[in-house]
Nanobody, 114 residues
Framework: QVQVVESGGGLVQTGGSLRLSCAASGSLFRLNAMAWYRQAPGKQREWVAAITAGGAPNYADSAKGRFTISRDNAKNTVYLQMNSLKPEDTAVYYC????????WGQGTQVTVSS
């Protein structure tokens, strides 16, 4: 079994920052890519950022210049540092990991007030 647990969400004002964490545990054969997605009310889930096993990041246009994805392979954890937050960043943020197959976390709510 593999568990994926996100944390770090919350309520923040426009322009503020949050750091999300996603910890994977259990029968991890080899942790490959890790990624963050988000889903706003009434919208489809969208990709935000991803990072390869080697640490190469990639970002959606909406995240470029404001968000930073990183990982700690020793802790099987991926982070998403979010700066200059906007109300349109309000969503449930999900972590997706690839280890043999894909696994998703339960999500963490991020709310940005105007």
């Amino acid at each position: 079994q593999v568990q994926v647990v996100e944390s770090g969400g919350g309520l923040v004002q426009t322009g503020g920052s949050l750091r999300l964490s996603c910890a994977a545990s259990g029968s991890l054969f080899r942790l490959n890519a890790m990624a963050w997605y988000r889903q706003a009310p009434g919208k489809q889930r969208e990709w935000v950022a991803a990072i390869t096993a080697g640490g190469a990041p990639n970002y959606a246009d909406s995240a470029k210049g404001r968000f930073t994805i990183s990982r700690d392979n020793a802790k099987n954890t991926v982070y998403l540092q979010m700066n200059s937050l906007k109300p349109e960043d309000t969503a449930v943020y999900y972590c997706r990991i690839i280890t043999g197959r894909e696994y998703w976390g339960q999500g963490t709510q991020v709310t940005v007030s105007s």
